[in-house]
């Protein structure tokens, strides 16, 4: 096997893991969404709850499809031509993977952080630590699509810390 075709194993073993993980989830989210009716919840109406968890789960499943077709791409790319630009440094396209992973673990603290939000309000908690939490969490989903929509500005920035050029640079 090529390392071409090892990388794009390894992102469709990460896309099954993902699927797994959006799978795993629903049971808790299930049982999460048939409680929260019955909190101290009155001025958060109960489709708020239902489309929050739909989101997650949504997102989380478009991710392992957008991971698994990538993994076809590499693979289809590889076939067809020798020479693709895209394939010619492999750093941009890993990098792109951890920023959908960062993105999808974001998504499931921020919700998870909602409702703690929510139940604290209603129950006249301190806050700060969650907030605190929240803020991280947007962080992280920055930085995640950041490295979704600029990996080839991410693999410059790092060769810089290597100290050796980037393949990108002309």
Not at 39 to 56: D, K, R, S, T, Y
Not at 81 to 96: A, C, T, Y
Not at 110 to 119: H, K, P, R
């Amino acid at each position: 096997m090529t390392s071409r075709e090892i990388t794009a194993l390894a992102l469709r073993i990460i896309a099954l893991y993902v699927l797994v993980h959006a799978v795993l989830a629903l049971p808790t989210l299930f049982t999460w969404l048939a409680v929260v009716p019955l909190g101290n919840l009155p001025e958060v109406p109960v489709w708020w709850f239902w489309f929050a968890g739909a989101v997650i789960v949504l997102a989380t499943l478009i991710i392992a499809v957008i991971i698994w077709i990538v993994a076809g791409r590499a693979v289809a790319a590889t076939e067809h031509q020798s020479k693709s630009p895209l394939f010619d440094n492999i750093e941009p396209l890993i990098l792109s993977v951890v920023g959908l992973f960062f993105i999808m673990q974001a998504l499931i603290q921020i919700g998870q952080v909602a409702s703690g939000l929510f139940e604290r309000t209603a129950m006249g908690q301190p806050l700060l630590e969650l907030q605190m939490r929240g803020a991280g969490y947007l962080f992280q989903l920055l930085i995640g699509l950041s490295l979704v929509m600029r990996p080839i500005w991410w693999t410059e920035f790092l060769a810089r810390f290597r100290e050796r050029p980037s393949q990108h640079e002309t």
